[in-house]
T-cell receptor, first 110, second 114 residues
Framework: AQSVSQHNHHVILSEAASLELGCNYSYGGTVNLFWYVQYPGQHLQLLLKYFSGDPLVKGIKGFEAEFIKSKFSFNLRKPSVQWSDTAEYFCAVDGNKLVFGAGTILRVKS | DGGITQSPKYLFRKEGQNVTLSCEQNLNHDAMYWYRQDPGQGLRLIYYSQIVNDFQKGDIAEGYSVSREKKESFPLTVTSAQKNPTAFYLC?????????????FGQGTRLTVV
């Protein structure tokens, strides 16, 4: 079965702190991986994706993620968060269908 | 403007009634999806369609039905068999299933069953 697990449901950080959100997936074949973000009152939008090639991918607003195939992981990172990063973050795996994780709500304190 | 339109934004229905949520896209995308978003559970896949006249069950299809008679439309019917239908429903589309293509989302429909 295809599934996605996000490790933390709520994360609270102060501005300038570093961020790492965990994501693990389960699927036996080739996958594409995504991180989406949902800012308050807005549509879900793509943050970054892994399709092939370099396992370290960079996205918008200074986010990056590393695909570690041996660990079935695709963790999201940002060296220094800002108050405007407050949002809900979803990891998604694209195997034979597009499946999302439960989401992580990030609150950044100014 | 290209995009995905879900209507209505808010919908109220009495228990025991079927209700159909609309999803239309003018992006010429082959693949379309319906998700249900509940607090703490993320987006759960209800149904998806990779091409017109074809669709597959997702992880929580019980109590729901869909059709894909036109490329641009993928309506979702919430039937009276769905035990807990009150939720936020999101429709998405993408050029194709797989291949790393980005999914685009509608604004959602909040369904309340009383």
């Amino acid at each position: 079965a295809q599934s996605v697990s996000q490790h933390n449901h709520h994360v609270i950080l102060s501005e300038a702190a570093s961020l790492e959100l965990g994501c693990n997936y389960s699927y036996g074949g080739t996958v594409n991986l995504f991180w989406y973000v949902q800012y308050p009152g807005q549509h879900l939008q793509l943050l970054l994706k892994y399709f092939s090639g370099d396992p370290l991918v960079k996205g918008i607003k200074g986010f990056e993620a590393e695909f570690i195939k041996s660990k079935f992981s695709f963790n999201l990172r940002k060296p220094s968060v800002q108050w405007s990063d407050t949002a809900e973050y979803f990891c998604a795996v694209d195997g034979n269908k597009l499946v999302f994780g439960a989401g992580t709500i990030l609150r950044v304190k100014s | 403007d290209g995009g995905i339109t879900q209507s209505p934004k808010y919908l109220f229905r009495k228990e025991g009634q079927n209700v159909t949520l609309s999803c239309e896209q003018n992006l010429n995308h082959d693949a379309m999806y319906w998700y249900r978003q509940d607090p703490g559970q993320g987006l759960r896949l209800i149904y998806y369609s990779q091409i017109v006249n074809d669709f597959q069950k997702g992880d929580i299809a019980e109590g729901y039905s869909v059709s894909r008679e036109k490329k641009e439309s993928f309506p979702l019917t919430v039937t009276s068999a769905q035990k807990n239908p009150t939720a936020f429903y999101l429709c998405a589309s993408r050029p194709s299933q797989g291949r790393g293509t980005e999914a685009f989302f509608g604004q959602g429909t909040r369904l309340t069953v009383v």
